[in-house]
């Protein structure tokens, strides 16, 4: 026995460092631009891909279509992306909550039909205030989700089969709504006014674009600079200043010039700009709570997120209701575009569009990787190519092709990007 | 040593389907006390581990928390009493990073959101002490070594406020100078007054830390020895069964007698 005791030494003669030294293996970034393009490399094989394909993607979609008609990227039609993106990008929004998970919700967009036949029957055939109808409409989605999560997360109904039943399901019950006459209008009052395409922010001023654009920068270097502060006084690694200039400049850049080229139409549709308010904040929840935290635990490893005491039926229930609650907002930011509930809504490839955005945009389907900033990048792939297409009086049956081969590639890198993080040791 | 055990399992018995993995087991840990748990692959000691964390419930028998009968039917149930376990498959999630997994479950808060700075800070002080490298908190638990990982799942267990330390074969996988470190910690909860249940294979580790060894044999117990007085091959006579006659059962006998 006491040749383990020569070997363990009491812990108070060997004080642990202040600060651990460098394992002098970790590749530390050199200083320089030179050390971002070699990180950058590095990440590159490391199937660490982040944003880069959507918007190589992007750059290749919107360069094809603007040499095809050159209308494409005038500020009329860029207005008419950002305004018709903001629907279908909030079924992608509740998607991504699922798909962190590692399921999937087959039932958005039927749903987001439904919805809309819910609201138009109780605020035309009822005649119910139109906020309060606003609001039974998003309860009703959030009941239908959570529907979907009891039986996936309490009785063990594989959630694609759960999904797939309410996909059919809410799509009877719309059509038994909308019996009889097929479609109903919408009043223009209420959020759907605010919703509709004549609705911009501060009502076409020049100064909302740029109001909007100098918030989000705004926020962007102050918080970056608190979180900095706090870092270094902590003690812990923080981002050089020199990076976080680089950063804001970047984001400046992207929103000055956006809001320029929206102000040369009309503005900033305020159904965007409910769109990305709702990004933010469904970001701050995913990362920076604990029910953020456990959704992606939850996403990583459920016997983990178990014996840590997550409650994981919870967790599930709630996440579905979350998606549930979206595709009802969504319905109605997709009701507001015609101002009518018809059988039509949530009918086509509204579903594999929204799938496709959130996939597009970086969140992995195989849970766990993710945020919501993929549902915007992806909801401007995907809008970009509906409204060129459009522009191309492209036959609706050319569409599908092209949406499911879209779609399909998104999940072909996903896979691959998963395989090489799997082997250089990220996933 | 209190006369009251923190933590007393009375004839706990366990089944997986056919499988009868735990027999009326008995096991008794006092706080500031190391109680080693041994016995073959499959002996059930994971089970036992298991059990006491809330991950399955126990079929028959009772567990007591200072003197009083409880129910474990979840890990928050055993979390809440002040049990904090190392699993032997560690249950980290592989999407998180260090500091995530390390919080997972008990994260500190800052005006209602994470407090990641905090965390980190934290984090990196504990791991320090349990002198593991790893060349940094922000990344993803997939990309450490299995040592590495490890160190993080027992660093995990020391967060919080645990009463009871359970490290099923927290050395398996660690290199000689974290295994030092390792047993370090385990004297040290034993100078803070917890109650610990080590498992391990290695009879030189449980021989340098435990005061009781407790022998599982084919889910039962097969006897209990006070490090002190006891040498290593009665031990792992129990263990094997090998030597299974009147003179061991005799010692085994005395040993629980004189705890
Ligand atoms: N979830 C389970 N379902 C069915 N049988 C199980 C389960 N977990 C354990 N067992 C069985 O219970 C018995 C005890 O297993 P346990 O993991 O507790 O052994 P152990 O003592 O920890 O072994 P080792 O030293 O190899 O870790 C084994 O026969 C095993 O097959
Ligand atoms: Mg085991």
């Known amino acids: 026995m006491s040749d383990k005791t020569t070997m363990r030494q009491p812990l108070d003669e060997v004080p642990p460092p202040a600060v651990a030294p460098l394992d002098p293996r970790l590749l530390v970034r050199e200083e320089g631009l030179k050390g971002y393009l070699t990180e950058f490399k590095r990440k590159l094989k490391g199937g660490e891909l982040g944003s880069l394909p959507v918007i190589l993607a992007l750059v290749i ?19 008419n992306i950002c305004y ?77 089969v759960v999904t797939l039943a309410g996909f059919l399901g809410w799509t009877g019950l719309m059509q038994w709504l909308l019996r009889g006459t097929g479609s109903l209008t919408i009043q223009d009052k209420g959020l ?27 926020a962007l270097l102050v918080g970056s600079l608190i979180d900095q502060s706090r870092r270094r006084s902590a003690g812990v690694p923080f981002r050089p200043t020199g990076e976080i200039l680089v950063r804001t400049v970047a984001l400046a850049v992207v929103a000055y010039v956006a ?13 965007l700009v409910i769109f990305l308010a709702t990004l933010v904040i469904c970001d701050f929840v995913l990362r920076r709570t604990t029910f953020g935290r456990k959704i992606f635990a939850v996403g990583g490893s459920i016997e983990a997120a178990r014996r840590a005491g997550i409650n994981v039926a919870m967790i599930r229930i709630v996440v579905f209701a979350i998606s549930g609650g979206f595709a009802a907002i969504g319905g109605l930011f997709l009701a507001g575009q015609t101002y009518t509930a018809t059988l039509q809504a949530g009918t086509g490839n509204l579903l594999m569009l929204a799938i496709a955005a959130a996939v597009i945009g970086g969140t992995s389907l195989f849970g766990g990787r993710g945020n919501v900033w993929s549902a915007l990048l992806g909801m401007l792939v995907i809008q970009s190519i509906q409204t060129g297409l459009d522009l191309l009086n492209m036959d609706q049956s050319i569409q599908y092709m092209i949406t499911g081969a879209v779609l399909l590639a998104a999940v072909v890198v996903d896979s691959v990007s998963r395989r090489t993080q799997r082997s250089s040791g990220r996933a | 040593m209190s006369a009251t055990p923190v933590l007393a399992l009375r004839g706990v018995s366990k089944r997986f389907g056919a499988v009868q993995a735990l027999t009326d087991v008995e096991l008794e840990v006092h706080a500031g006390e190391v109680v080693a748990l041994v016995g073959d692959n499959g002996a059930g000691k994971s089970t036992l581990v298991k059990t006491i964390a809330g991950v399955h419930p126990v079929d028959e028998g009772v567990i007591e928390w200072e003197g009083r009968p409880v129910h474990i039917n979840r890990p928050q149930d055993a979390q809440g009493l002040g049990i904090a376990t190392v699993y032997q498959d560690l249950a980290l999630c592989d999407n998180l990073d260090v500091v995530g997994n390390l919080y997972l479950g008990r994260e500190l808060l800052r ?72 047993l370090d910690l385990v004297e040290r909860l034993r100078e803070r007054r917890l109650g610990v249940i080590l498992i391990s294979h290695n009879m030189a580790d449980v021989t340098a830390v435990a005061d009781t060894v407790h022998v599982l044999r084919l889910g039962k117990n ?38």
């Open chain 1, 84 to 160: 018709f993106m903001a629907g279908t990008g909030m079924l992608a929004v509740g998607l991504v909550f699922v798909l962190l998970l590692g399921e999937i919700d087959l039932s958005v967009a039927s749903v987001s039909g439904l919805a809309a036949a819910v609201f138009a029957s109780l605020s035309v055939t009822h005649n119910i205030n139109a906020w309060v109808a606003v609001v039974l409409t998003v309860l009703t989605g959030i009941a239908i989700g959570a529907i979907h999560g009891f039986f996936f997360a309490k009785i063990g109904v594989p959630a694609f």
């Open chain 2, 222 to 259: 097969n006897g209990a020895f006070p490090v002190k007085g006891t040498t290593n091959e009665q031990i792992i006579a129990a263990i094997t069964g090998a030597t299974d006659n009147a003179v061991t059962r005799r010692l085994a006998r005395n040993a629980e007698a004189t705890q």
């Open chain 2, 111 to 182: 005006y209602g959101s994470l407090d990641e700075v905090t965390m980190e800070k934290r984090s990196r002080e504990l791991l320090n002490t349990l002198s593991i490298r790893i060349p940094s908190v922000r990344i993803p638990i997939a990309s450490l070594s299995g040592g590495q990982r490890q160190v993080v799942a027992i660093a995990r267990a020391l967060i919080g406020e645990p009463k009871v330390v359970i490290l099923d074969e927290p050395t398996a996988a660690l290199g000689v100078e974290q295994t030092a470190q390792v």
């Open chain 1, 61 to 79: 979609i919107w360069t094809i279509f603007q040499l095809k008609d050159s209308l494409f990227l005038s500020s009329a039609n860029m207005v």
């Open chain 1, 192 to 218: 759907l006014h605010v919703l509709g395409q004549r609705s911009f922010f501060m009502n076409q001023s020049i100064a909302g674009a740029y109001i909007l654009a100098t918030l989000g920068v705004g």
């Open chain 1, 259 to 271: 809001a320029y080229v929206l102000n040369k139409s009309a503005g900033v549709p305020n159904a």
